[in-house]
């Protein structure tokens, strides 16, 4: 199994920046895409931003420009930087990996708890 702990959350104010991160632990053999989610109440879960373990980077549309993702192979971890964030980045942010446990295991999606990220107007 593969365990993602998330840490970085808070309450901020609009135009204010946090930074969240995601280390990933277990019986992990190889790790290819992590990334992070969001969702607000009453929303779907949407993607944010991943990057594979070559370092390719997709964001949605919403938060380019302002969110920098980024990976420490070596750690498991991913980090997620947000600056200029606004009211509408209120939501629980998940972190995502796809990973496998062994050479010739199947690739799994695994989920962190969430964190909560509030900003205030």
């Known amino acids: 199994q593969v365990q993602l702990v998330e840490s970085g959350g808070g309450l901020v104010q609009a135009g204010g920046s946090l930074r969240l991160s995601c280390a990933a632990s277990?019986?992990?053999?190889?790790?290819?895409?992590m990334g992070w989610y969001r969702q607000a109440p009453g929303k779907q879960r949407e993607l944010v931003a991943a990057?594979?373990?070559?370092?390719?980077?997709n964001y949605a549309d919403s938060v380019k420009g302002r969110f920098t993702i980024s990976r420490d192979n070596a750690k498991n971890t991913v980090y997620l930087q947000m600056n200029s964030l606004k009211p509408e980045d209120t939501a629980v942010y998940y972190c995502?990996?796809?990973?496998?446990?062994?050479?010739?295991?199947?690739?799994?999606?695994?989920w962190g708890q969430g964190t909560q990220v509030t900003v205030s107007s």
């Open positions: 995502h990996a796809m990973a496998t446990l062994s050479y010739s295991d199947n690739t799994r999606a695994y």
């Open positions: 277990g019986s992990i053999f190889s790790i290819n895409v």
């Open positions: 990057i594979t373990s070559g370092g390719s980077r």
